[in-house]
């Protein structure tokens, strides 16, 4: 999966329904309003409540940061 890619303009959060960002560093999708992230595996994002991470404020600051 790539920032181009155009699935990633539907693909939202399970639980927020909001919309999710790829981390560069991944292979994640990441929702910074919940500081949950989601792994992708073999290009299929896995995106039930059950797989997402939560991430502390520090990790939230470095994945969101400019």
Sequence with gaps: M???DPLLKILVCPIDKGPLTLLPEG???YN???HRRYPI???I???L???GEQVDDAEHRRL???
């Design 2 to 4: 790539n920032p181009a």
């Design 27 to 29: 292979p994640f999708l």
């Design 32 to 34: 910074p309003r919940l």
């Design 41 to 43: 595996v073999d290009d």
């Design 45 to 47: 994002p896995q995106l």
């Design 49 to 51: 409540p059950s797989s």
């Design 64 to 66: 969101t940061a400019p």
